[in-house]
């Protein structure tokens, strides 16, 4: 079983506050990945922005289409989310989990249409190793546009198919998507069932809320799940949480 799990920026920093680290909510899915990284053939972590890596993009203008030719931009933007990379794998370490980062900006690129290629032989080549190779959003090269932003949902649709994912998680502040009630819808199967509920996220965010990640998710071969921090050991170990989108 290989499964690629994203912990959304909205879990693992607190989104309201520039540069912040939610130190408990890391260590606890930290924890949660530490008990079940032995029962799983590979793992992919992938962790996004959240209070790190929008507000910079945001400032230099730079989105997913729109990009920038400014050095100190893209420094700026790489940094912040190579810093959060390193507090991500801080916490994955003190849990005896075998995480190495893997920065996307010295692998992916897009090209003059926008379309995505990130090269994986080497994800995979970690996988089996025995590693969990751990990804972030982050800038990349885009021809054309200078450097462009990649979410950590992108990531997680290349990666999947990329590694031939069994399962395909993410983690965010949400125990799944919601309906008009706040309810959890429990499985997705197509995006005009639920587009007149699917907002934008309510922090500052360049790429997109949960829209975006149930129509990627739903262009996926694999199923997907979106869940919270609460159900990250549920679904490692199999079980079904949150929503399913298929
Ligand atoms: N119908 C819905 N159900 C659940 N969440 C929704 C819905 N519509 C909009 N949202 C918003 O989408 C957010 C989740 O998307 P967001 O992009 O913030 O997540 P994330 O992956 O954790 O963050 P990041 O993109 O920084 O990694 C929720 O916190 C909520 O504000
Ligand atoms: C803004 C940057 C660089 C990160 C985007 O990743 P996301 O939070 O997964 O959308």
Redesign the pocket.
């Known amino acids: 079983m290989t499964v690629v799990l994203?912990l959304?920026?909205s879990v693992v920093t607190e989104k309201d506050r520039k540069e912040t680290v939610d130190g408990e909510s890391l260590d606890a899915a930290a924890a949660a990945i530490g008990d079940a990284v032995n029962d799983v053939d590979g793992l992919v972590v992938?962790?996004?922005?959240?209070s790190?890596?929008?507000p910079?993009?945001a400032a230099y203008g730079v989105s997913t289409t729109e990009g920038t030719h400014d050095t100190e931009g893209v420094l700026a933007?790489?940094g912040?989310?190579k810093t959060l990379n390193t507090f991500v794998l801080r916490r994955l370490r003190e849990h005896d989990v075998p995480a190495v980062p893997v920065h996307p900006l010295s692998a992916a690129s897009r090209d003059t249409g926008g379309e995505l290629t990130l090269p994986v032989q080497q994800v995979r080549t970690l996988l089996g190793e025995g590693f969990v190779p751990v990804l972030?959003?982050?800038?990349i090269a885009h021809a054309g546009e200078g450097v462009t932003?990649?979410?950590?949902?992108e990531?997680v649709v290349e990666l999947a198919q990329g590694v031939d994912a069994d399962r395909v998680g993410l983690c965010s502040a949400v125990p799944g998507v919601l309906d008009e009630n706040d309810d959890v819808i429990p499985r997705i199967d197509a995006y005009e069932d639920v587009a007149n509920v699917l907002g934008a996220s309510d922090a500052t965010?360049?790429?997109?809320g949960m829209a975006g990640k149930v129509r990627a998710l739903l262009d996926l071969d694999v199923e997907a799940s979106i869940f919270d921090l609460g159900s990250v050991g549920p679904f490692l170990a199999g079980e079904p949480v949150g929503t399913t989108i298929d």
């Open positions: 994203k959304g920026g992938v962790h996004g922005g959240g790190f890596g929008h910079n993009a933007i790489h912040a989310m972030h959003g982050d800038v932003v990649v979410s950590g949902d990531l965010d360049v790429t997109g």
